[in-house]
């Protein structure tokens, strides 16, 4: 089959289905995704599907995926039969990764990528799309319709919109569904910087990051409630491999993650003081002073060259980061 020529942000869409496919045939595989093999191979199998993103980055792709499921099962656990509505579901096969025979599933995209979509991962019983710009917002309606429990999940989306752009589309569903919760992912204002200058999706496809919320604390004053959060390095992740020491560097381990909010009275779950995760590195020798009291062994701080051989660490880590941060 042949893939059109999206454009801007709808090209993206089959970097995380790459993502999740070459993921899936691992052996050591941390999420098993079936329907995206047959889906990847039906559309050409092509490694360039993945414009260029390094082996890492796919695998915190594939840790972002895995994480949305584990949010998106909690509730339908608490919420037998619930609705899940995915913004921006591009070529996602979440409702086969969650399948329990009682859930429906909404996806909504824009119309050049549904009707992509339509053609290898057709509409089913408890399976729609909606052919519509998220921020249209009418596109509620159906949502209302269908009346049951629902969460909202914007996977890889809102870091593509300005809070200006999201802003009426969480205050509208603020207004009809006060039960319902969001799961959405966000970085800091440097990953968000780095990914811009530095990222091989967005050089290729003509996006850019337009994100420019300094922590999700600032969503709560649009009337929504953090209740769970979840950093990419909270829990070590064999795989990450070196990247792994991120977590003891705060401005690096809270420096992008995955929030769920409710409104209404929902109940505060969050574990922890909630930290600003836009911690701006502002220049090497922030990274240095951090190193200096935190990290830096008492024997490397004790040689003639330390100024030097601080400043070359800490380059070291901030190439590194940027690295990471690059797609």
């Known amino acids: 089959m042949t893939v059109p020529n999206l454009q801007g942000v709808a090209r993206t869409l089959l970097v995380p289905l790459a993502c999740r496919a070459i993921e899936s045939?691992?052996?050591?595989?941390?999420?098993?995704?079936?329907?995206?093999?047959?889906?990847?191979?039906?559309?050409?199998?092509?490694?360039?599907?993945?414009?260029?993103?390094?082996?890492?980055?796919?695998?915190?792709?594939?840790?972002?995926?895995?994480?949305?499921?584990?949010?998106?099962?909690?509730?339908?656990?608490?919420?037998?039969?619930?609705?899940?509505?995915?913004?921006?579901?591009?070529?996602?096969?979440?409702?086969?990764?969650?399948?329990?025979?009682?859930?429906?599933?909404?996806?909504?995209?824009?119309?050049?990528?549904?009707?992509?979509?339509?053609?290898?991962?057709?509409?089913?019983?408890?399976?729609?799309?909606i052919a519509q710009s998220i921020l249209e917002i009418s596109w509620l309606d159906e949502v209302v319709r269908i009346n049951k429990p629902v969460i909202f999940l914007a996977e890889g989306v809102f870091p593509y919109f300005s809070t200006a752009?999201?802003?009426?589309?969480?205050?509208?569903?603020?207004?009809?569904?006060?039960?319902?919760?969001?799961?959405?992912d966000a970085a800091s204002l440097f990953i968000a910087r780095h990914h811009n200058r530095t990222s091989s999706v967005l050089k290729r496809s003509g996006a850019r990051i337009l994100w420019d919320a300094k922590n999700p604390q600032e969503l709560e004053t649009w009337g929504l409630h953090l209740l769970d959060h979840w950093y990419y390095f909270d829990n070590p992740e064999p795989r990450l491999c070196l990247f792994r020491w991120m977590r003891f560097i705060p401005f690096l381990?809270?420096?992008?993650?995955?929030?769920?909010?409710?409104?209404?009275?929902?109940?505060?779950?969050?574990?922890?003081?909630?930290?600003?995760i836009n911690v701006a590195l502002?220049?090497?020798?922030?990274?240095?002073?951090?190193?200096?009291?935190?990290?830096?062994?008492?024997?490397?701080?004790?040689?003639?060259?330390?100024?030097?051989?601080?400043?070359?660490?800490?380059?070291?880590?901030?190439?590194t980061a940027k690295h990471w941060a690059g797609d």
């Not at 589309?169 to 603020?174: D, E, K, N, T």
């Not at 995955?258 to 600003?276: K, L, P, V």
């Not at 020798?285 to 601080?310: C, E, G, H, M, Y």
């Open 25 to 129: 045939v691992r052996p050591d595989a941390i999420i098993h995704d079936p329907r995206a093999v047959e889906v990847y191979n039906a559309l050409g199998g092509n490694p360039d599907f993945l414009m260029g993103m390094s082996g890492t980055d796919g695998f915190v792709t594939v840790m972002r995926v895995r994480q949305f499921d584990i949010f998106a099962r909690d509730f339908l656990a608490r919420n037998p039969g619930g609705l899940v509505v995915d913004l921006g579901c591009g070529l996602d096969t979440r409702f086969d990764r969650l399948e329990d025979g009682q859930m429906t599933w909404i996806g909504v995209d824009l119309p050049e990528v549904i009707e992509l979509r339509c053609k290898v991962l057709p509409d089913g019983e408890r399976c729609k799309t």
């Open 165 to 184: 752009d999201v802003k009426p589309l969480v205050m509208a569903m603020a207004t009809r569904f006060p039960a319902g919760e969001l799961v959405f």
């Open 253 to 276: 381990a809270k420096a992008t993650g995955i929030f769920i909010t409710g409104w209404g009275s929902a109940t505060f779950m969050s574990h922890g003081n909630e930290s600003d």
């Open 282 to 319: 502002q220049s090497v020798d922030s990274i240095t002073v951090w190193i200096t009291s935190n990290v830096a062994p008492a024997s490397f701080l004790q040689n003639k060259a330390r100024p030097n051989s601080l400043l070359i660490f800490g380059r070291w880590i901030f190439s």
